[in-house]
């Protein structure tokens, strides 16, 4: 009957249980052990389903629960671990958002000079995720990962552009008679700031869609597409605001909390070529670290235990041995007695438990007019024989690897055009595109922000300079991971550097470009630097601030490892990427200032003593 039931449902394609074979039609004693071990343990017996596609089967399993309780069946295998993932991203949504905002709030009513503006702000970035968020639809799907997290990091990004035009208005107002007038020049001024940085930070993001994997591509669409509409909301919806509730903003006025950085500033000045010579000591540890972090590419083995998907994936393990099954097609021309040959050669490849093919049954004396039609279908199709083979390694491992390696061969030396499918060749593909897609990444991110940074910074030297401050940032936060030994979930290894890297490097632009104004002022690189750190510090602290608050909560609390490996780590690349914008890119500019002012239009006018 729940067989009968299950087949009525939308996207499934066949299901199979040993009630097919043994039925009384095959007297049981006639099945091979090899068979009869695997489909029943004590008072639990196997269900084969198969679905016609991925997308389907996650619907369909969710529609198969509903019929039956958990206690009497359980749903295991790699859909019904999608679908709990899903599940348990889409319950944590709202609570992610809501930690974000609590944590970003606080950094605000510190750092700003009003108890208001704060609202104002979160509000009109919570309008721009909402136009975000609800312009995905044209993009017609996103990955649970990227819905999860996308809310959250935007949030992170694009605060420092609100704060920008805040300060900028204040700053007008001193200048001109009415509030429109200082909000005009304030957008003007605010655009012009702010358009390298939020481009960079784009192209970051854009950076990802040259991933292999699809994912990339979503989540970079997603958070470019969030930044370029945080950008256009600060400079409407936020005036609009500000304009409204400037009395408001004016009656809770206070002073603001965050700390002085004149002692920083002045040991950074005084002993900035030791900082450097300490950043290039560290360089090294830090780059062996960044690349031999470890990853793990099973995303199933970290979920909550108690998740119904492995809770039945536990119980296939233990109790039947089923822990990565392999599927074989094979050419449907092909003879039973290679086919028997090739399955005798598998069968003594270390790990494998059980191989289970369509000519077996007819080996043992079954009749084939007696194998019901179903497990025919099961078996053959019009192109394909099928071979089932499970092996006891788990997924994802070397050695799984190595025994698929091994079948490979098998199966090639019968039949050139076979084909191998299941989770453990999946993950083994998967662990080669993540290589190369980790490669892409870095070198596409590091090139768009390169030119962009070209023609903002109008600078050959101050791009690498920059670039290299933010890459050592990056270095030093997954260096931490692979001292302190955390194992990364793959995708985190791969786009951690390109959102760090786009996110941050306008921390460095801003320092730079007050010093750059300094110098073509006619100060000395000293007190232009001293200038500098006096007039963009407490920005880059409350950047850095808060896009460390909107992601640390998140990584905090969160039951899926991936989301919260990955928060953990932008939290803590903010704080690293700010220490290090703050210390140490002060120490390259002066020791490179030469260089600098002899690559960088505009600035030969200094002419360094006719050096250049």
Request: net charge negative; glycine share 6%.
């Amino acid at each position: 009957d729940l067989e009968d039931k299950y087949k009525e449902i939308d996207g499934v394609v066949k299901v199979i249980s040993a009630n097919d074979l043994i039925g009384t039609t095959i007297p049981q004693e006639m099945l091979p052990s090899e068979v009869t071990k695997q489909y029943k343990k004590g008072n639990s017996e196997l269900m084969l389903v198969t679905f016609k596609d991925s997308t389907i089967a996650i619907d369909a399993i969710d529609e198969m629960r509903t019929l039956t309780s958990e206690e009497v069946v359980k749903i295991g295998g790699m859909s019904a671990s999608t679908l709990d993932t899903s599940i348990v991203a889409e319950s944590e949504i709202i609570t992610y958002v809501l930690v974000a905002v609590a944590l970003v709030l606080l950094v605000l009513m510190i750092s700003l000079d009003s108890y208001v503006v704060p609202f104002l702000l979160l509000g009109n970035i919570g309008l721009a995720i909402l136009y975000n968020m609800g312009t995905n639809v044209f993009i017609g799907e996103i990955s649970y990962i990227t819905k999860a997290i996308a809310a959250v990091l935007q949030l992170g990004v694009t605060t420092d552009f609100s704060i920008f035009l805040y300060h900028k208005y204040e700053q007008a107002k001193e200048k001109v008679k009415t509030n429109n007038e200082a909000m005009t020049l304030a957008i003007g001024d605010t655009l012009v700031s702010i358009a390298g940085s939020s481009l960079t930070t784009i192209a970051g993001f854009l950076a990802l869609c040259t991933m292999q994997l699809t994912l990339g591509f979503d989540i970079g669409v997603v958070m470019a597409k969030g930044v370029f509409i945080g950008v256009l909301s600060t400079i409407t919806i936020f005036p609009a605001f500000l304009l409204v509730f400037d009395k408001v903003v004016f009656k809770t006025k206070h002073n603001p909390l965050i700390p002085s950085f004149n002692t920083i500033k002045g040991f950074v000045v005084k002993h900035y070529k030791i900082i450097l010579v300490v950043a290039l000591v560290i360089a090294y540890p830090a780059f062996y670290g960044n690349n031999h972090v470890k990853s793990y590419y099973n995303l199933t083995k970290d979920l909550p235990q108690d998740l119904k998907s492995c809770v039945a994936n536990s119980k296939l393990s233990d109790d039947f041995d089923l822990v990565a099954s392999q599927v074989i097609l094979v050419n449907k021309d092909l003879k039973d007695n290679d086919l028997n040959k090739m399955v005798d050669e598998i069968e003594k490849i270390d790990s494998i438990n059980l191989v289970l093919s369509p000519s077996q049954l007819s080996n043992l004396g079954i009749p084939d007019e007696m194998i019901p039609s179903d497990v025919k279908d099961i078996f053959e199709s019009d192109r394909y024989k099928m071979i089932f083979v499970n092996s006891t390694n788990e997924i994802a491992t070397d050695e799984l690897n190595k025994v698929i390696d091994q079948i490979e061969k098998v199966i090639k030396k019968y039949d050139k055009n076979a084909i191998m499918a299941g989770e453990g060749p999946c993950m083994k593909d998967l662990v080669n595109i993540a290589d190369e897609d980790f490669k892409n990444v870095s070198i596409a991110s590091i090139g768009i922000i390169f030119i962009i940074m070209l023609f903002v910074l109008k600078s050959i030297s101050l791009p690498i300079l920059l670039v290299s401050g933010i890459e050592l940032a990056i270095f030093i936060n997954m260096a931490i991971s692979y001292y302190t030994g955390d194992v990364l979930p793959f995708v985190a290894s791969i786009v951690i550097g390109t959102i760090q890297l786009g996110a941050t490097i306008d921390y460095a632009i801003l320092l730079t470009t007050k010093y750059l104004e300094n110098r073509s002022s006619g100060l000395e690189k000293i007190p232009a630097m001293d200038h500098a750190i006096s007039t963009s510090a407490s920005s880059i602290f409350v950047s850095g601030m808060s896009f460390f608050a909107a992601t640390f909560g998140v990584g905090m609390i969160s039951k899926l490892n991936m989301i919260g490996s990955l928060c953990n780590l932008m939290s803590r690349g903010a704080l690293i990427s700010m220490m290090i914008v703050i210390c140490v890119i002060p120490a390259i500019l002066l020791v490179f200032d030469k260089v600098i002012i002899c690559t960088t239009v505009g600035l030969k006018k200094l002419n360094v003593k006719g050096e250049c």
